[in-house]
């Protein structure tokens, strides 16, 4: 695999520490809380303030998952080639027979030989998108989630970041080394995209013998993002999205729309307005 050197560039450990400050211009709905001035011109991650987010976090059991399989997920923090804190995630490969084309964490199944959660999603990531283990300072896990195979799948949140001791540099994920059997691409998703106007959708889906409809959060893509990626008008859309319209949804956008409004605290909504 190559090195990371080839696929950084041009910033400095800064952009990485944890000394987040209040904005006074900040226009992001409910306001500006300490983890999201990352959001803003110049902003940074505040990895030990996530870090405690995360160990704060209440421990969910999930009683109907399997017991004899489990998975985990890595939710990589990095910067994109513009230093802006941005989330990376990947696009599934045309030929898989599910989920195919769709945005997603790296992840999978957790193997006999893996000590926990973290080292599955260590593991994964570098079969997956060439990220060796060492490039990864984990943060901590989020709760588990029920993927539809009714297996308990952990979000393991980790910062993308030192390079031989030559500190954080934007990441350019163009020059991953991808395992072409599993992933099409992986691109880095800004976070001042996530949290602007207009991002977050809501979308209405039945569920079995459930008497009340459940409202799934989607995260969408601006119609440029969208081109650069292969595949991905063809993937399956969230029920009633508009035809094309391409979308991070299903179990990464539960996720990722957890990493926002539960540890960042960001002020999105936490449900559909007008729901309980």
Excluded at 46 to 51: A, E, F, K, S, V
Excluded at 225 to 231: C, F, K
Excluded at 233 to 255: C, D, I, L
Aim: aromatic content about 4%.
């Amino acid at each position: 695999m190559a090195g990371l050197g080839g696929l950084m560039h041009g910033a400095t450990r800064s952009a990485f520490q944890a000394n987040p400050l209040r904005s006074k211009s900040c226009t992001l709905p409910g306001g500006c809380s300490a983890l999201c001035t990352a959001s803003h011109p110049g902003g940074q991650w505040p990895t030990d303030l996530i870090g405690q987010r995360l160990r704060e976090l209440p421990r969910q059991r999930l009683k109907t998952a399997a017991k004899d399989k489990s998975a985990a997920v890595l939710v990589p923090l990095c910067l994109d080639a513009l230093a802006r804190p941005s989330v990376l995630l990947c696009v599934r490969a045309a030929h898989l027979r599910a989920h195919a084309g769709e945005i997603c964490f790296p992840g999978g199944r957790a193997d006999p030989g893996d000590a926990d959660a973290a080292a599955t999603a260590l593991r994964e990531a570098q079969e997956e998108l060439g990220l060796e283990p060492a490039w990864v300072t984990i943060l901590g896990e989020m709760s588990p989630v029920l993927s539809s195979g009714r297996m308990a799948v952990t979000p393991v949140v980790g910062a993308v970041d030192v390079i031989g001791g030559a500190g954080l540099e934007p990441l350019d994920a163009s020059r991953l080394v991808l395992n072409s059997s599993e992933v099409a691409a992986a691109f880095a998703l800004p976070l001042e995209h996530l949290l602007a106007p207009g991002t977050l959708t809501w979308h209405e889906l039945h569920i079995g013998r459930e008497s009340m409809p459940r409202y799934i959060p989607a995260f969408r893509l601006t119609a440029e993002q969208a081109s650069a990626l292969p595949y991905t008008a063809g993937q399956a859309r969230p029920p009633g999205s508009p035809e094309g319209e391409v979308s991070v949804w299903g179990m990464t956008g539960f996720v990722l729309h957890s990493l926002l409004s539960e540890v960042l605290q960001s002020g999105i909504a936490r449900s559909k307005p007008g729901t309980t």
